[in-house]
């Protein structure tokens, strides 16, 4: 059963199967799909803990009874009955809207007999950690993960009263609704700053062409295997590999890995051309399938890591690039160095790398954020849901929650 200290008073435990009837959804010819009625798939449910028609992409053909019999009304849960790995099977969704639609075969429709869960809460009660590990306990294969009604029928569930339930849902959306705000917020913000980019490195007739070997040096310094092992990702720069979510792969012998000191930029030779570089702000050793270079004193480093990632100059990079297949193209520091870019003064570089840096810290500010939200909420959705934490209820707040809890 779901753990708890103490199930608190007016709380219920029982099992789905005594409140629930499920049923698998539509599986139809090929030809079917493409019009008629929406239907919900596994995607959608990933996608959305809430659904509503706007939602639903798919669309399939069926007949009026199979419409009747497989029909997803206001409130129904919806979980996908199949997956890849454990961990991903029996998601669930709440369908929110007034119109009928219907569900794919791959999905199981959770129904309820009698009137124990508000919607609201139920998108966020079989989300929760509690709940999600009781399901996948109760999935079963080897090759894929399936879980089938009998499964879902003795999944066990903690249900308080609907007044709690309406407040506990109002509570958890209100965190949702700062994530849904802050992430608003970066996606203006990330278009912002492609923006400046664009604006900033669009060359005036003052700026200089050059060939990147009159700006770099290329470091090839071995030996340093007391210095901790490096990785340059896309996402986060150049990062200690111990940061990563990535097996160690790493030579056993580094004698040959190459140093990379603050202010070298690095690159996977291999990636180049997808835009796969760093500016680097620690000491450590990288794998030889990098390349490691070193500005001159004419080249803000800054400036240069910003210019590496632009379109125009990503572009160059492929096509210096030697291979006989997309998968094999390469970069290295001899064709990197006849790549031609065209730069302002040192000055002026300064200038538009602390614009471009101040943008960039402003974003990464509102991604701790979203973060720090999330954490908030996953461990609110542990407390909320089995009572270990319990919200106050007046008539007053569940007014207000049934007329402002909006997902």
């Known amino acids: 059963m779901i753990k708890s200290k103490k199930i608190p008073l007016g709380w219920k435990s029982t099992t ?3 409140f629930m009837e499920f049923k698998n959804g ?3 010819d090929k030809s079917a799909y493409g019009q008629g009625t929406e239907f919900i798939n596994v995607m ?4 959305n803990h809430f659904l509503k028609r ?13 419409k009747a019999e497989s029909a997803v009304v206001y409130g129904d849960l919806l979980f996908n009955r199949t997956s890849e790995v454990p961990n991903e099977i029996a998601y669930s969704s709440v369908y929110l809207d007034q119109e009928e639609i219907t569900f794919g075969g791959f999905v199981i429709r959770g129904r309820q007999q009698k009137d124990l869960l508000d919607p609201y809460f139920a998108g966020y009660c079989f989300n929760s950690s509690s709940i999600r590990r009781e399901l996948i306990r109760r999935s079963q294969g080897v090759v ?6 009998k499964d879902l029928n003795k999944v066990p569930i903690l249900i308080p009263p609907k007044a709690e339930q309406k407040q506990i849902a109002f509570t958890i959306a209100l965190w949702d609704s700062a994530i849904e705000k802050t992430e608003t917020l970066i996606s203006a913000k990330e278009k912002q700053f492609e923006w400046l980019v664009q604006r900033l490195f669009k060359p005036t007739e003052s700026w200089r062409l050059y060939k990147l070997s009159d700006l770099f040096e290329n ?3 071995t030996k340093n295997i007391e210095l901790p092992l490096i990785s340059i990702t896309r996402e986060k720069g150049v990062i200690p590999h111990s940061e990563t979510n990535r097996k160690d792969n790493s030579n056993e012998d580094k004698s040959k890995y190459l140093r990379i000191c603050p202010n070298d930029i690095g690159y996977n030779t291999m990636r180049m051309w997808q835009g796969v570089s760093a500016l680097s702000a620690i000491d450590g050793i990288v794998s030889p399938a990098y390349t490691v270079c070193t500005p001159k004193t004419i080249v803000n480093p800054e400036f240069m890591a910003f210019l590496f990632k632009t379109k125009p100059m990503i572009h160059k990079f492929y096509r210096y690039s030697q291979g006989l297949t997309s998968d094999t ?3 290295k520091f001899h064709h990197f160095s006849e790549v031609k870019a065209s730069i302002p003064d040192i000055e002026t570089q300064v200038e538009i790398a602390k614009v471009l840096n101040s943008a960039k810290k402003e974003i990464a500010k509102l991604r701790q954020f979203s973060e720090k939200y999330r954490l908030q909420k996953r ?4 407390k909320l849901l089995i009572g270990e934490w319990q919200v106050s209820v007046t008539p007053a707040t569940t007014k207000k929650t049934l007329n402002e809890v909006s997902v």
Do not use: C, P, S, Y
Request: overall charge positive; proline content about 0%.
């Open 329 to 331: 193209w390469n970069l």
């Open 26 to 28: 539509i599986n139809a």
């Open 379 to 382: 461990g609110l959705m542990q």
């Open 144 to 149: 894929r993960a399936n879980i089938g009604q």
């Open 54 to 66: 706007n939602d639903i992409q798919g669309k399939v053909q069926i007949t009026e009874k199979q």
């Open 16 to 18: 789905l199967g005594t």
């Open 44 to 47: 959608d449910i990933f996608k």
């Open 219 to 221: 470091r090839r310094e």
